[in-house]
T-cell receptor, first 118, second 115 residues
Framework: AQKVTQAQTEISVVEKEDVTLDCVYETRDTTYYLFWYKQPPSGELVFLIRRNSFDEQNEISGRYSWNFQKSTSSFNFTITASQVVDSAVYFCALSDSFMDTGRRALTFGSGTRLQVQP | KAGVTQTPRYLIKTRGQQVTLSCSPISGHRSVSWYQQTPGQGLQFLFEYFSETQRNKGNFPGRFSGRQFSNSRSEMNVSTLELGDSALYLC??????????????FGPGTRLTVL
C-alpha cells in the first residue's frame, strides 16, 4: 500500500536560515508522481511542485529546491534563506495506483509545520 | 480565472444531523475530488467525481456521499453526523479525470464542527 511519511512534525527556524523538510514514500508502482503542497493559515492547499518517478533531476525555483532520490524513496524540500511568509504547513503527497481500480488519488503525508521567526 | 470556491466556509451542526457542502471547480475543470482533514488522521481522500460519475472512493462509511452536476459543480453530503466528522473538508478540481500527473487545485475548505 502507498504511504508517505513526514517524520518532522514541527520545525522552527530564524529568518534567513535554510531549512529542509523530509519526505519518504512507499509504493509498489514503477510509475508515480510526487507533490509538495503548502497550507498557509487560511487553509487552502497551494501547489508547489510535481515530479514523476522517471525524472530524478533536482529542481530549483527561486528559494525553493527539491531533491528526489529514488534509491532512498525520498523527496526532500529545501527552503533557502527562509522568510516569515514561509510559515505554513507543508505536505508531501504521492499519486499512484488506487486500490484495485488503477485509478488515482493523492496520498498525503501528515505534514510538517514550519515556523519562521523574525 | 476564479479559483475553486467552497460554500459555506464554516458550519456548526449537532450530532445526528446531516450536512451538505458545495464546491464549484475552476471553469473548464471536469474532475472534482473531496478530502477530509483532521488533526488525528491528516488529509484523507473521500471521493472523486468526473462527468457526473463517481470514479474513485476512499475508505469512508456510506454516510459520506456526493454528487456532481452537469456544470461540474459538486456537493458532498454527510448524514447522521458524528463528533468525529468535525474536520476541514477540502475540494480540489482538475482539468480531466485524476491521473498520476494531474495537478489538483484546492479550494479554501469548509470547516465543519459537530457538537
Amino acid at each position: 500500500a502507498q504511504k508517505v511519511t513526514q517524520a518532522q512534525t514541527e520545525i522552527s527556524v530564524v529568518e534567513k536560515e535554510d531549512v529542509t523538510l523530509d519526505c519518504v514514500y512507499e509504493t509498489r508502482d514503477t510509475t508515480y508522481y510526487l507533490f509538495w503542497y503548502k497550507q498557509p493559515p487560511s487553509g487552502e492547499l497551494v501547489f508547489l511542485i510535481r515530479r514523476n518517478s522517471f525524472d530524478e533531476q533536482n529542481e530549483i525555483s527561486g528559494r525553493y529546491s527539491w531533491n528526489f532520490q529514488k534509491s532512498t524513496s525520498s523527496f526532500n524540500f529545501t527552503i533557502t534563506a527562509s522568510q516569515v511568509v514561509d510559515s505554513a504547513v507543508y505536505f508531501c503527497a504521492l499519486s499512484d495506483s488506487f486500490m484495485d481500480t488503477g485509478r488515482r488519488a493523492l496520498t498525503f503525508g501528515s505534514g510538517t509545520r514550519l515556523q519562521v521567526q523574525p | 480565472k476564479a479559483g475553486v470556491t467552497q460554500t459555506p466556509r464554516y458550519l456548526i451542526k449537532t450530532r445526528g444531523q446531516q450536512v451538505t457542502l458545495s464546491c464549484s471547480p475552476i471553469s473548464g475543470h471536469r474532475s472534482v475530488s473531496w478530502y477530509q482533514q483532521t488533526p488525528g488522521q491528516g488529509l484523507q481522500f473521500l471521493f472523486e467525481y468526473f462527468s457526473e460519475t463517481q470514479r474513485n472512493k476512499g475508505n469512508f462509511p456510506g454516510r459520506f456521499s456526493g454528487r456532481q452536476f452537469s456544470n461540474s459543480r459538486s456537493e458532498m453530503n454527510v448524514s447522521t453526523l458524528e463528533l468525529g466528522d468535525s474536520a476541514l473538508y477540502l475540494c480540489a478540481s482538475s482539468l480531466e479525470q485524476v491521473t498520476r500527473s494531474e495537478e489538483q487545485f484546492f479550494g479554501p475548505g469548509t470547516r465543519l464542527t459537530v457538537l
